[in-house]
């Protein structure tokens, strides 16, 4: 059977079944096999073969879900972009060698083009000789550069074949992103419905889960918070959703605790995953607890100095360009630190986040967890700065909910800091600041400006 020929059974089976809502119109899976079938015959039409690295330019839709099915039957390199790396949209093909360019635009129209690209690399000769098709995400490393990671398509979808619960399942996390990869599977694959919102600010989205009765949420820590500063929960019935997953950043305790004390029936789940390795199964101890068990099958996990190290069979092949992250013995090592307390772990954040004030490690995500305990405090974004005395000191970034005349905001939250905290984790620095502290993938920024 081919890679994607377990979900095409999967299709006949609930042909009748709703698959994905787009723009409130709702498709079934039997619509789903005959655009399959046709978007198999446009490939064919236009010359596209098994191998060719082809850069696919869409957003969530039921034309762009068959078209990526009907790339990965045909075996191809599929590279999906999204709106949201439009500014490096040219440095991403360049490094992955793109031969072929297919866009979908918003009125799900299809235009192809032939590009410069030579498709030549040793990682791409690997998925050719075993003709399968291929996927290529990218990420940034500490330094900012983007990195391209490979991977054999055939392992990533293996794991989808092990069937769970159906659910109806809000479309967040991007197509081209491993978490957004992760939904769209694991939803066809149980059969269940993929409800794609236009936006995602925090109404839009909540608007959609009460319309179309959503039990599943999978999002951002930085996203959870907006739902709380927006009080959106307040203007749109959420009886519907049964669980929120969150993942791609370290969660703020007090975030976690105070939507749990707002939604006690609505379960909460860590996940864990990162581009290179894949969405590994999770298990939080507590809907408010940041303590989770992670792995499952297909993943083994270990601690090496403090930092989690992953084995998977859905890991990359390997970067584009940039060496390799994994050991000799072909653990992945994510960069990010870690409590051990028996089966459970918690994810403190990335090592490269970690500020060392005078040999004293201090945690980010630890600080914007008080931070935001603090009266008018919308957001926070905490980084570390060279210092000739300690090596470096912590500064923070905040963006207040409504402006503060007193002119002593800072003062005060210093305080507030001085008797929550140790000393040398209190903000030396503090910035306010009125633009956001996210990017577009809602995910927290923290690098110093």
Not at 8 to 23: G, N, P, S, V
Not at 85 to 90: N, P, T
Not at 272 to 286: D, F
């Amino acid at each position: 059977m081919s890679a994607a020929g377990f979900l095409l059974e999967k299709f006949r089976q609930f042909a009748a079944e709703a698959a994905i809502i787009w723009r409130g119109e709702s498709c079934d899976y039997g619509w789903f096999l005959s655009r399959f079938e046709h978007w198999r015959g446009f490939l064919k039409n236009q010359g596209i073969r098994a191998g060719q690295v082809v850069i696919f330019e869409a957003e969530f839709s039921p034309n762009s879900v068959a078209l990526l099915l009907a790339l990965i039957e045909s075996a191809c390199v599929v590279v999906p972009l999204t709106k949201s790396v439009r500014d490096k949209k040219a440095e991403f093909v360049e490094i992955a060698k793109g031969e072929i360019m297919l866009a979908m635009d918003e009125t799900d129209q299809i235009s192809c083009e032939r590009l410069n690209g030579t498709g030549v690399h040793e990682l791409y000769d690997r998925l050719r000789e075993a003709r399968h098709p291929g996927l290529v995400l990218f990420s940034s490393g500490s330094t900012g550069k983007s990195k391209a990671a490979v991977h054999d398509f055939a392992a990533i979808l293996e794991k989808f074949k092990v069937p769970r619960k159906a659910y109806r399942t809000i479309a967040f996390l991007l197509f081209d992103h491993i978490g957004g990869v992760n939904t769209l599977f694991y939803t066809l694959s149980n059969a269940g419905t993929l409800i794609v919102c236009e936006d995602r600010n925090p109404d839009a989205v909540l608007a959609a889960i009460e319309k179309f009765r959503a039990e599943l949420l999978p999002t951002s820590p930085t996203f959870i918070n907006l739902v709380l500063l927006s009080e959106a929960y307040l203007r749109h019935d959420l009886s519907s959703l049964k669980l929120v997953t969150y993942g791609t950043e370290a969660m703020p305790e007090n975030t976690l605790k105070r939507f749990h004390s707002l939604f006690p029936n609505i379960r909460l789940a860590q996940t864990y995953g990162l581009s290179e390795v894949g969405i590994l199964r999770a298990k939080s101890k507590s809907s408010d607890s940041l303590w989770v068990k992670i792995g499952g099958e297909g993943f083994d996990t270990r601690i090496v100095d403090g930092a989690l190290q992953i084995k998977a069979k859905s890991a990359m092949l390997g970067y584009l360009n940039a060496p390799s992250p994994f050991t000799e013995d072909g653990w992945f090592m994510t960069g990010d630190s870690v409590e051990v307390d028996g089966e459970y772990v918690k994810i403190l954040g990335r090592k490269s986040e970690l500020i060392n004030v005078g040999g004293e490690k201090v945690y980010p995500c630890e600080i914007e967890s008080v931070i935001q305990e603090f009266e008018n405090v919308a957001e926070v974004s905490v980084y570390g700065e060279k210092n000739p005395l300690v090596g470096n000191i912590v500064c923070a970034r905040v963006r207040l909910k409504r402006d503060d005349p007193s002119g002593d905001f800072a003062a005060r939250l210093k305080s507030f800091c001085r008797s929550h905290m140790q000393p040398y984790k209190v903000p030396v620095k503090i910035l306010l600041t009125s633009e956001s502290q996210y990017s577009e993938r809602y995910k927290k920024m923290r690098q110093a400006q």
